[in-house]
């Protein structure tokens, strides 16, 4: 856990403390993405609301992974608002659910967490060995919204293409709330499901540095 601590620190120290713009090459959004994982396992097992613990040992020791499985996404955003603290406050919203999916009814966990600018969020299905009909029950595809464009980047599986945070929008206080509920209400099309709209405009990027 130390070794990826100390890999994650100089990709997202800049990102929390000054917003710099930061290009994440392939190595770099696997790094981030096994500390978002790690994160959000650490919430799910601290959270005093809820007793129950959604990842199970083979995904806690997921962090070993070298690519994701299809059923855990996560998401990169950007955040402007005045929740931004100073030094030692620097958590904006940290919300954890474990709910059933709308149309699939399969358990899931939502981990959206926000510190100064960076804004992360992980969803998991658990539809893995679930069987339809006799039949393997395969995982189903996540897909934003359209109105969410721009709004965050995945790094599920990570790729030679090079991404780069922030987005192209940054969310403020109502469009942040939006953001972290907007796995609760799926669409679905087939096997996809579709995340919730988003009614709130959120602003150009306003970058500091390169």
Not at 177 to 183: G, I, K, L, S, V
């Amino acid at each position: 856990m130390s070794q990826l601590e100390d890999l994650v620190k100089p990709i997202l120290l800049p990102i929390i403390l000054d917003a710099k713009t930061t290009r994440l090459d392939e190595e770099k959004q696997l790094t981030v993405a096994l500390w978002v994982l790690k994160t959000a396992i650490v919430m799910d097992a601290l959270d005093d609301d809820d007793p129950r613990v959604f990842f199970t040992p083979a995904e806690r020791h997921g962090v070993q992974f070298v690519r994701f499985p299809k059923h855990i996404q996560i998401w990169l955003a950007a955040y402007a608002g005045p929740r931004r603290r100073g030094p030692g406050e620097r958590i904006g919203v940290a919300a954890v659910r474990r709910f059933r999916t709308r149309h699939l009814q399969t358990p899931s966990f939502l981990a959206t967490f926000s510190i100064a600018h960076f804004v992360f969020q992980l969803l998991a299905i658990h539809c893995l060995g679930g069987k339809s009909r006799g039949q393997e029950r395969p995982c189903p595809d996540f897909i934003e919204h359209p109105s969410w464009d721009g709004v965050s980047i995945s790094i599920t599986q990570p790729t030679d293409i090079c991404l780069k945070w922030p987005p192209q929008r940054v969310l403020l206080d109502a469009a942040l709330d939006q953001f972290a509920e907007r796995w609760d209400r799926t669409g679905r099309t087939g096997n996809t499901l579709i995340s919730s709209a988003a009614d709130l405009v959120s602003r150009p990027v306003t970058p500091r540095g390169h």
